[in-house]
Structures are given as C-alpha cells and as structure tokens.
C-alpha cells in the first residue's frame, strides 16, 4: 500500500467509527424520547400495514400532490438504497483500486443499475435544488415571502441534505469513469458499454493519465465520498432534529404505524381521550387519578407517535402552503407547529430522561445540561401567551421558552381542515395534535376563546349552537305540500322507511340552510323515497364541541344521539350537513352507534342514475328571476369535511355537471386541495380577528370563475361563502346576479322544470340570522 492508501484509509475507518458509534447514540436517544410519549396501540394488521408502506414508499402516492418533485424525489430516494453498494466498493478500493465487490462486482445488470441511478439521483437533486430555489422567500409573496413553502425552514440543514446528495453522486460518476479507464489502461476487457453504459465516455478525460495516476485518483474520490458521507452521518447524528435528513429513516416507521393499516389518510374521526393508552370512560370518570392529562399539556403528553410524528417532519411546507389559516396571515403554520413541538421534545427529552436524584434537585441546580434544555424545561406552559408580533409569525413559536412554546393564537386560529394531513408526505397527524392542546386547555385549564363560552351553554341547555328551542326543530317544514313523517309520531320505528333524514342544527334553525332542507325533502318525495325525521328528539352532533376541544361536552350529546338513533332502529341515515356526516358516520361507532350514513349529494346523485330524478334543461329565454336554476354558469365548493375528511368528491360534481345547459366550472383549488371556508374546528363560532377572512379569499376564487353560482354541500359553507359574497357585493366585487345555493336546490330546479312545478323558492339571497349567543361570523 502506497503512503496515499494508508492515510486514506487510517482516516476514512477513523471517521467511519466515530459516526457509527454516534448514530448508535442517537438512534438510542430516538428510542428513549419516543417511550417517554404516552402508549398508543398501532401494531395491528401487519400485513396491510406493510402492504401500505410498500404502496406509499415505492409508488409516492403521498408525493403523487407535486408530480416533478414526486419523480425527482422518488429517484434520489431510490439511489440512496441502491448506491449503498457503491460505498462498500470504496472501502475496498482503498485497499486496491482495481476493487470490486464479490459477485456482482462485474455483473452487467447492476453495473446498469448503478449507472443510471448515478445520473439520475445527480440529475434529480439538481431539480430539487432549482425548485427549492424557484420557491424560495425571498422571491415569493407575503409579508418576508411566507407564501414560500420553505418559509420557517432550517435551510442550512437542506442546503447541507442537498449538497451531500450532489456530492456522493459525483464521486459515484467520477469512481466508475476512472475504473473504465483503469480497465482500458490494464487491457482486462471490461472497458466495454456493457460494463459501464452511461459512464465509460467520462473516462476517455483521464485516458492520458498513467495507471499510476488513476489509481491514485481513485482511491483519493473514493475516500472523498466515503468522507462526505460519513461527515453527514456525523452531522445528523449530532442534529437529532434534522428532519430534513432524518426522515429518510423515520419515515418508514411513521407510515407503517399511520392511524389506518390500509392506507387512509388519518382524517374523519378524532381519537377519543385516551388514558394509559386506552379511551377514557366517561361514566367512570370520576374515578380517574387526579394527576390525569386530558388532553396534552406538557409534550410528553403527546403519544409516542405523536413523538415520532414530529421528529419525521421534512419541513417541505406542503401542509404550511394549503393552511387556510396561514394563507390569510394567520400564525398557525402546521409545519411550524410540528417542527417547534420536534425540537422542543427532544430538548426537554435529556431532562426527563435523568434520574429522580438529579431532578430532585431542580433545573436550576443541575449541571450537564445545554441551555436549550434547561430553557425547555423552565418554560412554565406548552400553550400560551408569547407576546408575538402579528407581523413576525416565527415569534410565536418558542421551543426552548422561556415565555410559552406555542402562542395560543397559533392553536385557536385551526379550522381542522386536514389539508395538512392530506398534503403530508410522511403522514404527520396535525389536526389530532392540536385537538389534544385544545382539550387540555379547555378542560383542564378552562382557556378557550371568550366566544365559545356561548355555543358550550347553547349546547348544554338546548343541545344546538344557537340556543333556540327544541321545539321549534320541525319549523322548516311548514307549508312543505307534502307529511313530512316523525318517528314516535308517524311511525314506530324506522322500518317503516327507508331512511332517517338527519336535518341537523343548522338545517332545522338557520334559515339559509332551511332551504337546502326543504328541497332534499322535496326531492325525495320526488323520488318515491320513504323517510323520516326524529323533530325534537335530534339535538346537535357535537362536532363543534368536539373539535373545540370540550370532550365532556361532545360526549353527552353524542351518547344521548346514539341512544336515540339505536332505540328507533336507525340503519340508513340521510344528513346534509358535511359535519354531521362525518361525526355520524365515523365518531359514533365509537360509542356504538353503527350506521351506514349518506351524504344528501350521495343519495341524490344514486337516484339520478336510477332516473328516479329527471331533470330537465333551463328555458333558453331564462331571465334572472333569482331563482337558483338560472345560473348559467355553476362552480362547486368542496367542503371539508366531506370531501378531504370523507374523500367524497365525485356525487356533487356529477349531480352539477348532468343539469342540461349548465355549464360546470372548476376552482383551481379544488378536491384534495380545496380552499376551507372558515367555518370547520369550531370557527364557526368565533370571531376572525387576525388575518384576512377565509371566507371572503375562498369567495373570491369562485367568483373568479366566472360563475353565477357558487354550490355547495354543507350549511357552514353556504352561511360562509354568502357572508363572503355579500362582503364581496358589497365591495364591488360581485352583483347580485351570484348566488350561493347548495347542490340540491339547482337539482330541485332543474327536477321541477320536468314537473311544470317552474323555479324553486325565492332568491337565494344572505338572510339575517337568528340573534343567537354566540352568532356565527364570516
């Protein structure tokens, strides 16, 4: 061995050990700081499980969302695997340049392999870095460019990520040009585009090198990628919350325990309260220990997954650029949140790793500790007030204190969305994290939003957010040409029929959503559809209560529904309410309650296609009367909770694009991308103070389509986006020409049209509200 060897590989080997022996320390510490997060059960179903990972980790159907960087990164990602082989090729090839591995060294199909994956990963991260750069802050939109993705991002720790990558690819593409030109120099014949098919004409640059030469310039590459590559294992071994490079491991863990073995997105249902890994009973709850976390306080309190969600976080900011509330200039960035929670989990990790003696002793006292973790562990609360600039949104977040770790601004400005959850490649749960900070402040510390004090009362005394009288339930019925059937009343049971109509809060009480009511009534009277309601005996969901994190709250009133639903024998239930359709359908299970549950878009779009439903085209001469048929030109807004909780996007499209000689158009941000209104995660009951409205950017959009009417499919949109059109109308931006009416209603016109029964009620015009405490807001 020549000089250049031996210190080549006396190096090489010395820095190998140190960043083994680092990574084994870190992936401990992962290891340690993950149990200290509370028990949560996801090994079930393996095999799905696997079948899901598989799925999502070789067909980037999570990365599918960007398809250039779901192709860049699937090819960077894949030769991170499979270039491994190259790094053991240039341990040997310190020790002799002319190295290759036993077996299928000179095997031509893997020569092939490491060929291409060499240019592509090479060429891949280029792509990456350019996109990275193309949307970088400094030439993006909004106050410091936080319309970039990337805004918040470490980007030393991606620039470092991106590099390396470039680096490795290099020395792989320089390494097997100089062997070709090595095997030309020796005369040994593997000097053919057999062996190297992408890389040989590289080598005919060195041909007027001596043997001696290109030896020597091997073995100096290969210990320059051996280098680099062991210098980033050092690097993210010492930077445990470089998720940017950590993900690439982690990440197979977070999808493999992802809420649903089969694959769904972990949306729909919120996780009950869960104590000791298991959910609380509430009728036992007075026998709970005292020292309890309902909710999560403190970061320990958070699941191990919860744990291991955050430190798998990539900061690709896909969740941030989706976010209503940080598109309106909010605080709340999902991306910022996760990476705040990572980096304070793990500098508060050491701490509450230590022994009882050490922290007998007090934080204060301690000694060994870094400043961040005793900064983490001095900061008296997870959630609070942090006294940030509206105008710097980074300042309220504070992993290492010393004020609260997140501003409660940040928290309470969430509409639970799940356009985060949806956009995440690595299936981060956001929407379940904040729920649980919403639920430990509001019933353990009673510090929610001022506003919520009226819909909690609303709820308790009258079971509806308004507060207004059972009684008054069966109101949007009068008059209807038609019995509308009652259970108790009319009929004994639900056999009698084919389905429960769930008319819901906001159907039965608000008198926008009246309308939608009575015309899914109408057309299932239409259609020879038997149903029937429960009047009186329905009382609220509780979504809202739910996801304004009063868990006692929606547990009463949820108990009390199933109870009701399972004594009149409810089988199929018909609900117009995307939150209802989603508390119904996948949160009462939860308590017993077992139902199969169609939206009013589903059922009437199935007796469409069944042609019990005719509808007919609009009169050529059609005037603007007001009445939801006439608009020429229709655009459709998704809500939420029924399309990226329920992934129900094609029956309220279908229903909308079968109406004879109306044209459909489509919003850019639409289906798994669509804009929220602002009303879901109990904002519908709050006031919006900060920002921009929600309602008033997705109003917008709509109109910017060029349609007459904006559709919708759940009364909180339509009490959203009105309030939005009026503002708009107001403002110049819009006529009275546009109307905001919900699908069923253009369905109703178009059916009575082939009745002779001409236009449905009267313009769909914004109606003042009932004067509830408290009122919804726009």
Same mark, same amino acid.
């Given at each position: 061995m020549s000089a250049l060897q031996i210190v080549a590989v006396v190096v090489c080997l010395g820095v190998t050990a140190v960043a083994v022996a680092l990574l084994v320390k870190t992936v401990n510490h992962f290891l340690a700081t993950f149990r200290l997060g509370q028990p949560e059960d996801r090994g079930d179903d393996k095999g799905a499980r696997t079948r899901t990972l598989?799925?999502?980790?070789?067909?980037?159907?999570? /990365?599918?969302?960007?398809?250039?960087? #779901?192709? #860049?990164?699937?090819? *960077? /990602?894949?030769?991170?695997?499979?270039?491994?082989?190259?790094?053991?090729?240039?341990?040997?090839?310190?020790?002799?340049?002319?190295?290759?591995?036993?077996?299928?060294?000179?095997?031509?199909?893997?020569?092939?392999?490491?060929?291409?994956?060499?240019? #592509?990963?090479?060429?891949?991260?280029?792509?990456?870095?350019?996109?990275? $750069?193309?949307?970088?802050?400094?030439?993006?939109?909004? !106050?410091?460019?936080?319309?970039?993705?990337?805004?918040?991002? *470490? +980007? +030393?720790?991606?620039?470092?990520?991106?590099l390396t990558i470039l680096g490795v690819t290099l020395c792989i593409g320089l390494l097997r040009a100089l062997e070709w030109t090595l095997a030309r120099k020796t005369g040994t014949g593997m000097d053919t585009a057999l062996h190297f098919p992408l890389t040989g004409w590289i080598g005919n640059f060195f041909t007027g090198l001596s043997v001696g030469a290109i030896e020597n310039l091997i073995v100096v590459i290969?210990?320059?990628?051996?280098?680099?590559?062991?210098? +980033?294992?050092?690097?993210?071994?010492? $930077?445990?919350? /470089?998720?940017?490079?950590?993900?690439?491991?982690?990440?197979?863990?977070?999808?493999?325990?992802?809420?649903?073995?089969?694959?769904?997105?972990?949306?729909?249902?919120?996780?009950?309260?869960?104590?000791?890994?298991?959910?609380?009973?509430?009728?036992?709850?007075? &026998?709970?220990?005292?020292?309890?976390?309902?909710?999560? @306080?403190?970061?320990?309190?958070?699941?191990?997954?919860?744990?291991?969600?955050?430190?798998?976080?990539? &900061?690709?900011?896909?969740?941030?650029?989706?976010?209503?509330? +940080?598109?309106?200039?909010?605080?709340?960035?999902?991306?910022?949140?996760?990476?705040?929670?990572?980096?304070?989990?793990?500098?508060?990790?050491?701490?509450?790793?230590?022994?009882?003696?050490?922290?007998? @002793?007090?934080?204060?006292?301690?000694?060994?500790?870094?400043?961040?973790?005793?900064?983490?562990?001095?900061?008296?609360?997870?959630?609070?007030?942090?006294?940030?600039?509206?105008?710097?949104?980074?300042?309220?977040?504070?992993?290492?204190? =010393?004020?609260?770790?997140?501003? !409660?601004?940040?928290?309470?400005? %969430?509409? *639970?969305? @799940?356009? %985060?959850?949806? $956009? %995440?490649?690595?299936?981060? !749960?956001?929407?379940?994290?904040?729920?649980? /900070?919403?639920?430990?402040?509001?019933?353990?510390?009673?510090?929610? =939003?001022?506003?919520?004090?009226?819909?909690?009362?609303?709820?308790?005394?009258?079971?509806? =957010?308004?507060?207004?009288? =059972?009684?008054?339930?069966?109101?949007? #019925?009068?008059?209807?040409?038609?019995?509308?059937? $009652?259970?108790?009343?009319?009929?004994?049971d639900l056999s009698e029929v084919d389905y429960l109509f769930w008319v819901g809060c906001a159907g039965a009480y608000e008198d926008r959503a009246k309308k939608t009511t009575r015309a899914v009534a109408e057309l299932l009277d239409t259609a020879g559809v038997s149903f029937a309601v429960l009047g009186d005996g329905e009382a609220c969901t509780g979504d809202s209560a739910r996801r304004a994190g009063n868990e006692f709250l929606f547990q009463m009133l949820a108990q009390q529904n199933v109870e009701t639903l399972n004594e009149v024998g409810a089988t199929k239930i018909v609900v117009t309410c995307a939150h209802c359709f989603n508390t119904i359908k996948n949160e009462y299970p939860q308590l017993g309650g077992q139902y199969e549950v169609l939206h009013h878009t589903q059922l009437l779009n199935r007796l469409v296609r069944e042609k019990r439903l005719t509808p007919v085209a609009r009169p050529g001469d059609a005037v603007a009367t007001g009445a939801a048929s006439t608009g020429a030109k229709v655009t459709y807004h998704d809500p939420c909770y029924l399309g990226r909780h329920n992934q129900v996007y094609a029956p309220p499209r279908e229903l909308l694009q079968i109406l004879p000689g109306v044209e459909y158009a489509e919003m850019e941000r639409s289906k798994e991308k669509s804009f929220c209104c602002g009303a879901g995660g109990a904002r519908m009951w709050m006031e919006e103070k900060l920002g921009t409205r929600i309602n008033t950017n997705r109003t917008e959009e709509a109109l910017a389509t060029g349609a007459e009417r904006i559709a919708v499919g759940c009364p909180f949109c339509k009490v959203m986006l009105s309030d939005g059109l009026n503002a708009a109308i107001q403002d110049g931006k819009a006529t009275d020409a546009v109307e905001v009416v919900d699908v069923a209603q253009m369905l109703l016109a178009a059916v009575r049209r082939g009745d002779g029964g001409g236009e449905p009620d009267e313009a769909e015009t914004p109606e003042p509200q009932p004067d509830p405490e408290p009122a919804p807001v726009a």
């Open positions: 598989l799925r999502e980790f070789l067909g980037h159907t999570r /990365m599918s969302r960007l398809p250039v960087v #779901a192709i #860049a990164h699937w090819f *960077t /990602m894949v030769s991170f695997g499979v270039l491994f082989f190259t790094l053991l090729n240039a341990f040997g090839q310190l020790f002799a340049p002319e190295f290759v591995l036993p077996v299928i060294g000179h095997f031509f199909p893997y020569e092939w392999i490491t060929d291409f994956f060499a240019f #592509a990963g090479f060429i891949s991260i280029l792509v990456l870095m350019a996109i990275r $750069q193309k949307n970088h802050p400094r030439s993006a939109a909004g !106050e410091d460019g936080r319309r970039s993705r990337f805004f918040g991002s *470490t +980007w +030393w720790q991606a620039y470092y990520v991106e290969a210990a320059i990628k051996i280098l680099i590559s062991f210098a +980033w294992m050092i690097t993210i071994a010492l $930077q445990p919350t /470089m998720g940017v490079a950590w993900h690439r491991f982690l990440a197979f863990f977070n999808i493999f325990f992802k809420r649903h073995a089969d694959g769904r997105t972990s949306l729909g249902e919120l996780q009950p309260i869960k104590v000791d890994g298991k959910p609380l009973d509430f009728e036992n709850v007075d &026998e709970l220990d005292e020292d309890a976390a309902l909710g999560v @306080g403190k970061v320990e309190d958070f699941t191990w997954k919860g744990l291991l969600d955050f430190t798998t976080c990539t &900061e690709c900011g896909r969740c941030q650029s989706q976010c209503p509330a +940080w598109n309106t200039d909010k605080p709340l960035s999902p991306k910022l949140l996760v990476m705040t929670l990572r980096d304070h989990a793990h500098a508060k990790s050491p701490w509450l790793l230590a022994s009882e003696e050490v922290r007998a @002793g007090g934080i204060e006292s301690a000694e060994g500790f870094s400043d961040a973790t005793k900064g983490a562990v001095a900061t008296e609360q997870l959630v609070g007030e942090t006294g940030y600039d509206i105008r710097h949104p980074l300042q309220a977040y504070n992993p290492h204190g =010393p004020d609260a770790v997140i501003d !409660e601004d940040v928290l309470w400005s %969430c509409t *639970t969305c @799940g356009a %985060c959850v949806e $956009q %995440c490649p690595v299936d981060i !749960e956001h929407v379940d994290a904040i729920v649980d /900070m919403r639920r430990y402040k509001n019933l353990i510390e009673s510090a929610f =939003p001022a506003e919520l004090n009226g819909l909690f009362k609303n709820l308790e005394k009258n079971s509806n =957010p308004w507060g207004l009288a =059972p009684r008054l339930r069966m109101d949007w #019925a009068k008059d209807l040409p038609f019995e509308v059937k $009652q259970v108790g009343q009319d009929v004994e």
